[in-house]
């Protein structure tokens, strides 16, 4: 492996290089406006382009950011917010209007904007929404340039984590006018407010943002360039990362995430991992038969062997799932003995369901289908999850890949019997994640499920005096659709992302969002440390023999030989200088 000159290697770092996962449907976000992404990816990128009026730091603390001060009036139903002066990348004031017309433009009827429910609580935004009133009756108005004035529908604790979602990020007029071109070009003129603005975009291949010298904090922004690689060769990557040809690996890396080698990423501190508030779950169809029979639910919850399915599949301390709240909003969190595989329990509650329905195993079987994502994380768990319920139940389970457009049609439409999903909050609030319960007919409740109970305590959580007494709401709640198992939860996500000893402050929020702005390069590392041999380089080097299949193995990589009748594609894949 050749590493590039020093000096090279110093003017490059004056960019951060990111390798950075794809969303799950094999493509990059289709948009920029940071109201119709919804996946980690994109999230990332979101909070390197935009600014909103408050923000999640990595701790989890609620902070000011686009909003200098804010005064809440009328019992909490009213909030005055007080802009910071701020410029988009134009160079052009962000205005409090920007705000108002941003908010007002996404509750237009025409308008696809696919959680317009996270606005429902400001006055008349669902009936605008609806097409009922016009957008102009909303409860958001822009006193003057600097001053934004918000009317709920009702006071809420959480209001201000609720506008720290990106649902909520101003957009600029160009972008309201429809002013873009497509973005099949690598050029696209996308004006924004945070602190880096888009260079170019060429989709499914790269991203390149610039600082934004325009913003309210420039001037303490260390990074003066951001570009993040969409790249999907696990033998490249491996290359690039221990040749520093990228700076950071922001994706969860099968090959290395499933090999001792961790343990020494771990040691020599370029892995870093945290917890994130997202949940893997098994959701089931409430609505139909067979899983209209809670027994049957908690039959199957109670039957997945959760501590055999970590030690396969995670290897970054991921913790069993009880309930679909994690850690981070529980910290009275312990594995329930509901979460626990159960086997005898399982069995006896498959056959009461069985009995009480008065259900033949033959039309069980036939109704019985786990859909899950398109991935290799999620075949496996489908996989190991089939393969338990069969060996318990004693019956045939069938399962099928889709894309996530495919699975949320058919969620949305309740024409599933089980599926798999991971599920993180829009905003930073335990209400984020259980929201989607509180309307049946909601089309994101895809359980078709709630109880009155369970609405009672979210509606409590909303008039909460307190952040800690709103959780403690949100907690409850937890504990009822715990017992009423509308959803099978089984571990709760941390993430994992290499790290080279030179980037120095890099954090990921409980959200998943990464502070670019806060991020810099240790010059004195660079100097002492330019280029020294990894100590990974023969072990992966072993490991990625092993992970080949045998017709790909004939690879000339760091002076190994592979046999593979596909030599000169590998190579020019991996080397792109052959």
């Not at 007002?104 to 696919?114: F, G, H, S, T, W």
């Not at 309307?439 to 109970?453: A, L, Q």
Request: with cysteine; glycine share 2%.
């Amino acid at each position: 492996m050749e590493a590039p000159h020093f000096l090279e290697f110093v003017h490059r770092h004056e960019t951060l290089i990111i390798n950075i996962a794809r969303p799950n449907n094999g493509n990059n976000s289709p948009t920029m406006e940071p109201q119709r992404t919804s996946d980690l990816s994109a999230h990332i990128i979101n909070n390197a382009l935009y600014d909103c009026l408050t923000t999640c730091s990595s701790d989890g603390e609620l902070l000011l950011s686009q909003a200098q001060s804010f005064q809440i009036q009328k019992q909490g139903k009213v909030y005055l917010f007080t802009l910071r002066k701020n410029y988009w990348s134009d160079g052009t004031p962000v205005t409090a209007k920007d705000f108002e017309n941003t908010w007002k433009y996404l509750m237009r009827p025409e308008i696809e904007c696919p959680n317009p429910h996270l606005h429902y609580i400001i006055k008349n935004a669902r009936r605008a929404k609806a097409g009922k009133i016009s957008t102009d009756r909303i409860g958001v108005k822009a006193l003057d340039a600097s001053t934004l004035r918000v009317e709920l529908t009702k006071p809420i604790a959480y209001f201000l984590e609720l506008v720290s979602s990106f649902a909520f990020a101003p957009l600029h007029e160009s972008s309201i006018q429809g002013l873009y071109p497509s973005p099949k070009t690598t050029y696209y003129p996308l004006i924004s407010n945070g602190p880096f603005r888009l260079n170019h975009w060429t989709p499914s291949v790269e991203l390149v943002l610039d600082k934004n010298p325009h913003f309210y904090k420039a001037k303490e922004i260390a990074l003066n360039r951001i570009r993040l690689n969409y790249l999907v060769n696990d033998l490249r990557i491996v290359d690039d990362f221990l040749s520093r040809n990228i700076d950071l690996l922001v994706k969860n890396f099968p090959i290395l995430f499933k090999h001792k080698a961790i343990k020494h990423l771990i040691h020599h501190e370029e892995l870093a991992s945290g917890h994130l508030a997202r949940t893997c779950c098994c959701l089931f169809n409430c609505k139909q038969f067979p899983f209209n029979n809670k027994k049957l639910r908690k039959a199957f919850n109670n039957a997945i062997d959760r501590p055999k399915i970590l030690q396969r599949l995670t290897m970054m301390g991921e913790e069993a799932a009880s309930g679909l709240l994690p850690p981070f909003y529980r910290p009275d969190y312990t594995p329930s003995s509901f979460s626990k595989f159960d086997l005898l329990k399982a069995r006896a509650l498959f056959k009461e369901a069985l009995e009480e329905a008065e259900i033949p195993l033959e039309k069980l079987q036939k109704s019985l289908k786990l859909y899950y994502p398109h991935t290799e994380f999620y075949y496996n768990l489908a996989e190991d999850l089939v393969e338990g319920w069969q060996l318990i139940f004693d019956m045939k389970i069938t399962a099928e890949p889709l894309s996530l457009k495919e699975l949320g049609k058919k969620m949305t439409k309740r024409d599933y019997s089980m599926a798999l999903l991971s599920w993180t909050p829009y905003y930073n609030h335990p209400r984020s994640l259980l929201e989607r319960f509180l309307v049946k007919k909601n089309p994101k409740n895809y359980c078709h499920w709630n109880t009155k109970k369970f609405v009672q305590l979210l509606q409590q959580a909303d008039l909460a005096k307190s952040t800690e007494e709103s959780w403690e709401y949100c907690r409850q709640a937890d504990d009822i659709l715990i017992e009423e198992a509308p959803i099978a939860s089984i571990f709760y996500a941390r993430y994992g992302t290499l790290v080279q000893p030179y980037v120095k402050n890099f954090k990921i929020s409980p959200l998943g969002v990464v502070n670019f702005d806060e991020i810099f390069f240790d010059q004195t590392m660079l100097v002492k440390r330019p280029f020294p041999e990894h100590p990974l380089v023969e072990e992966l080097i072993q490991m990625l023999k092993q992970s080949i299949p045998d017709p790909l193995r004939k690879m000339n990589w760091y002076g190994v030989n592979f046999a593979s009748p596909y030599e000169d594609y590998l190579c020019s894949l991996h080397r792109p200088d052959l």
